[in-house]
């Protein structure tokens, strides 16, 4: 992984030179200081980046040259985490670890013992604002998606694993598939309501425990994603 500084933009340049300018032009040049001669990324968060040089340098805006661009085709399988809707700063920091460690998807989850109801979309921009910055300290190339939440039966439909304090299956050994979604429910403060976890059964989803201890919400999901990417071979 590379320890050059990460910026993101809507598109990647297709010539040669670039003017990086906007919030991330001034984080570069006025907050990050980058000057002449040093090399930062540049990431579409699509998969897409391009290593550039700094050419010029001026209040809120750098010039670029391009050097070399590259192409990170989308993971398979993808790790998605569905994520219970927790109150205060917790979901933000269940989203900022989870993106740091490679998940590919985030989504919300109003389950029944979630104390936090959410009744406008400002939640989701903070979860993806949140996601967007984490993915630039980690230098990903992906932003992991977001989108908008689901109810439990839209979400059962999708659920292949269930965290589940009380699951007899260890999350180390349960089977997983070689393509498609790895898609795993991680619930609010509360835990899962005994009819989440009915419905999540019925539609095929398999509970799985980490270990004897019991994590919070904002922890279980970026642990559950260290044993998955380990198996995965993504770690």
Known sequence: MSSLALFLVEALPEGGEFTLDGPEGHHAADVARLRVGEELLLADGRGGTARAEVTAAR???????IAARRYAEPPDPRLVVAQGI???????????????????EIVPWQAARSVAIWRDEKPLVRWRATAREAAKQARRSR????????????LAARATLVLDAGAQVPLSAVE????????????????????????????????VRLG????????????????????????
Request: no cysteine.
């Open 59 to 65: 209040r809120g805006a750098l010039d670029l040259s």
């Open 86 to 104: 927790a109150k205060g700063e917790r979901g933000e920091l269940a989203v900022q670890a989870m993106t740091e460690a490679g998940v590919d």
């Open 143 to 154: 932003i992991p998606s977001i989108p908008a939440p689901l109810s439990t039966p839209a």
């Open 176 to 207: 997983l598939p070689g393509h498609g979604d790895v898609v795993l429910v991680v619930g609010p403060e509360g835990g899962i309501a005994p009819q989440e976890l009915e419905a999540f059964a019925a539609a095929g989803a398999v509970p």
């Open 212 to 235: 004897a201890e019991v994590l919070r919400t904002s922890t279980a999901g970026v642990a559950a994603l260290a044993v998955l990417s380990a198996r995965l071979g993504r770690w």
